[in-house]
């Protein structure tokens, strides 16, 4: 069974403390992307990466950076985490040429207190 | 703003009845529209795609309408069943790797 794992459920943090939020897939996708889901606003692109070591922005980047070294995992790192970064965040994968490959993980819950 | 408007944001159905879930969009590039399905505690999964070269594509009791010169496009769960009640996205694409998402509309079905 294919699978996007994200690495936690569930987590706490600080305002100020960096954050890592770590998704891996074993389905050999070229894609990978970072959303995040807020009630009444749907899922929104945060970041994605179509190869190795590129990444482009999507529609909310800001206080957020990512890093894809290899082609299994990608990273989405927040700075300095804030209260408005409260959400829960999902990690989605895709062959290049289709979208109907689009897996996600099952999210991670973030609370910045 | 969101490329894709998703209504309601929630609905209550009878077991056995229809829900319907509409979506707008106003980019013309977009050739590609997927609905998804989320239960809690889970990532959304992909249920029915459409491309905007059919009007309507069903399977199951799942089906979708397709309005190109209105751009806009729907969902339709005929008999639904309480299994049925979860979170239902809309989605859009203009190429194959991205995807603009509606708000979602939580369906809540009544046995």
């Known amino acids: 069974d294919v699978k996007v794992t994200q690495s936690s459920r569930y987590l706490v943090k600080r305002t100020g403390e960096k954050v890592f939020l770590e998704c891996v897939q074993d389905?050999?996708?070229?894609?990978m992307f970072w959303y995040r889901q807020d009630p009444g606003l749907g899922l929104r692109l945060i970041y994605f990466?179509?190869?190795?070591?590129?990444?482009e922005k999507g529609d909310i980047p800001e206080g957020y950076s990512v890093s894809r070294e290899k082609k299994e995992r990608f990273s989405l790192i927040l700075e300095s985490a804030s209260t408005n970064q409260t959400s829960m965040y999902l990690c989605?994968?895709?062959?290049?040429?289709?979208?109907?490959?689009?897996?996600f993980g099952s999210g991670t819950r973030l609370t910045v207190v | 703003q969101q490329q894709v408007k998703q209504s309601p944001q929630s609905l209550i159905v009878q077991k056995g009845g229809i829900s319907i879930i509409n979506c707008a969009y106003e980019?013309?590039?977009?050739?590609?529209f997927p609905w998804y399905q989320q239960f809690p505690g889970k990532g959304p999964a992909l249920l029915i795609a459409?491309?905007?070269?059919?009007s309507e594509k069903k399977e199951g009791r799942f089906t979708i309408s397709f309005n190109k010169s209105a751009k806009q496009f729907s969902l339709h769960i005929m008999d639904s069943q309480p299994g049925d009640s979860a979170t239902y996205f809309c989605?859009?694409?203009?190429?194959?790797?991205?995807?603009?998402f509606g708000a979602g509309t939580t369906v809540t079905v009544r046995a």
């Open positions: 989605a994968s895709s062959s290049t040429g289709t979208v109907i490959g689009y897996t």
């Open positions: 389905m050999d996708h070229e894609n």
């Open positions: 990466s179509y190869d190795v070591k590129m990444k």
């Open positions: 980019n013309t590039a977009f050739d590609y």
């Open positions: 459409i491309r905007p070269d059919v």
């Open positions: 989605a859009a694409s203009s190429n194959d790797y991205k995807l603009s």
